[in-house]
């Protein structure tokens, strides 16, 4: 199994862009996360689907935040207008169900620059 | 509001040198306390689950433990390929699959 793919693997901006990242979680699995990372605040979760339905959000910081799931395939994360407090590193997880014993697959995740 | 508090924020061991990472949480109703490993540019890597107080896991030189406000992951004569960040994470009952991440103990094993 090729795990979680994400990409870009990495993403340099201007203030201003818009920056869509992309998920594709490990085929089968029905549960789909999307946590950011900085050194200051660690890894915190932004979002959570099940069954491509959003769970939830109240992790998301702000409207300038929107996350999809078209399908069970694929998610996207957009930041509209992107600000350099964005630059992080963002990160794609998946798990199989919905119970406790469900681990949580993470992708490789994708390193934010905002100029 | 759940937390997590990992400590310490790095440790620099000896190769062969046991020590012990602590995880402390606060959470409303433990469904599950979780650790995971990640190396520099990766995403993070599943290693244990603990549900409940008393209870132990292990695997090769690592070994989790749980009470009912921390955990400890023992760490036996380490070598220099467990280097990496550890993180602990909690799922609240109630909560779904939602985890609270720790901000990690960077962990060096040298020669």
């Known amino acids: 199994d090729a795990g979680v793919i994400q990409s870009p693997r990495h993403e340099v901006t201007e203030m201003g862009q818009e920056v869509t990242l992309r998920c594709k979680p490990i085929?089968?699995?029905?549960?789909l996360f999307w946590y950011r990372q900085t050194m200051m605040r660690g890894l915190e979760l932004l979002i959570y689907?099940?069954?491509?339905?959003?769970?939830?959000d109240s992790g998301m910081p702000e409207d300038r935040f929107s996350a999809k799931m078209p399908n069970a395939s694929f998610s996207t994360l957009k930041i509209q207008p992107s600000e350099p407090r964005d630059s992080a590193v963002y990160f794609c997880?998946?798990?199989?169900?919905?119970?406790?014993?469900?681990?949580?697959?993470f992708g490789p995740g994708t390193r934010l620059l905002v100029l | 509001e759940d937390q997590v508090t990992q400590s310490p924020e790095a440790l620099r061991l000896q190769e062969g040198e046991s020590s012990s990472l602590n995880c402390s949480y606060t959470v409303s109703g433990l469904r599950g306390l979780f650790w995971y490993r990640q190396d520099p540019g990766k995403g993070p890597e599943f290693l244990f689950t603990?549900?409940?107080a008393g209870e132990e896991k292990e695997k090769e030189r690592l070994k989790a433990t749980l009470t009912k406000k921390e955990s400890f992951l023992h760490i036996t004569a380490p070598k220099p390929e467990d280097s990496a960040t550890y993180l602990c994470?909690?799922?609240?009952?109630?909560?779904?699959?939602?985890?609270?991440f720790g901000t990690g103990t960077q962990l060096k094993v040298e020669l």
């Open positions: 994470a909690v799922q609240a009952r109630g909560g779904g699959n939602k985890l609270t």
């Open positions: 689907f099940n069954n491509n339905v959003p769970i939830d």
């Open positions: 997880a998946s798990t199989h169900g919905w119970g406790p014993t469900e681990t949580q697959y």
């Open positions: 603990l549900y409940s």
């Open positions: 085929s089968g699995h029905n549960s």
